[in-house]
Antibody, heavy 121, light 110 residues
Framework: EVQLVESGGGAVQPGGSLRLSCVASGFPFSSHWMHWVRQVPGKGPVWVSRVNGDGSSTNYADSVKGRFAISRDNIKNTLYLQMNSLRAEDTAVYYC??????????????WGQGTLVTVSS | QTVVTQEPSLTVSPGGTVILTCASSTGAVTRGYYPNWFQQKPGQAPRALIYSTDNRHSWTPARFSGSLLGGKAALTLSGVQPEDEAEYFCLLSSAGDQLVFGGGTRLTVL
């Protein structure tokens, strides 16, 4: 069974930093593109970032480019999102999601349950 | 910045058929946009329904089907069930390296 468990969310002041983690199990982690998606309660999801299986290719939404960094540890089966220079508009539930087996970074098949990030003074 | 547009809300009777659409501000949606569809119920994470335009996941009921219709991606629900009442989001891969969700369609089964 595919499982994705996010952690690391919490409250932080504007300008601060957080690192989110997503521990994956139930599938060959290093073979899959992985994504971070965020969602403000009551609003639609917003794609944040993606990384390929070996971590050599990454992409970011324009709204987080230069502030967030996605990475992965294929030994620990863990996906990360380092978030710096946080703003109030970054407040959301952050989900990690797994791409299709054999996919190329265009699909979200399995989702975690999310971790809440609140940026406020 | 690509904008993806969906109907804000639709209402359908149980057993009926409804079509949800997904349009791109950059022009006609094609298979190259890898359209995905998701269902989300209150308090839950989104659940994947359709990928790459018209492919169901193993858990997706056959009453859900994806297609391209009039330059848009479309999700057709046939024989709607009460449990299909939910928010539905589409996702498109825009030119370059961005993935963009639509604003969602709130489907009411009444």
């Amino acid at each position: 069974e595919v499982q994705l468990v996010e952690s690391g969310g919490g409250a932080v002041q504007p300008g601060g930093s957080l690192r989110l983690s997503c521990v994956a199990s139930g599938f060959p982690f290093s073979s899959h593109w992985m994504h971070w998606v965020r969602q403000v309660p009551g609003k639609g999801p917003v794609w944040v970032s993606r990384v390929n299986g070996d971590g050599s290719s990454t992409n970011y939404a324009d709204s987080v480019k230069g502030r967030f960094a996605i990475s992965r540890d294929n030994i620990k089966n863990t996906l990360y999102l380092q978030m710096n220079s946080l703003r109030a508009e970054d407040t959301a539930v952050y989900y990690c999601a797994r791409d299709l087996t054999g996919g190329s970074g265009h699909h979200f098949v399995f989702w975690g349950q999310g971790t809440l990030v609140t940026v406020s003074s | 910045q690509t904008v993806v547009t969906q109907e804000p809300s639709l209402t359908v009777s149980p057993g009926g058929t409804v079509i949800l659409t997904c349009a791109s501000s950059t022009g006609a949606v094609t298979r190259g946009y890898y359209p995905n569809w998701f269902q989300q119920k209150p308090g839950q994470a989104p659940r994947a329904l359709i990928y790459s335009t018209d492919n169901r996941h193993s858990w997706t009921p056959a009453r859900f089907s994806g297609s391209l219709l009039g330059g848009k991606a479309a999700l057709t629900l046939s024989g709607v069930q009460p449990e299909d009442e939910a928010e539905y989001f589409c996702l498109l891969s825009s030119a370059g390296d961005q993935l963009v969700f639509g604003g969602g369609t709130r489907l009411t089964v009444l």
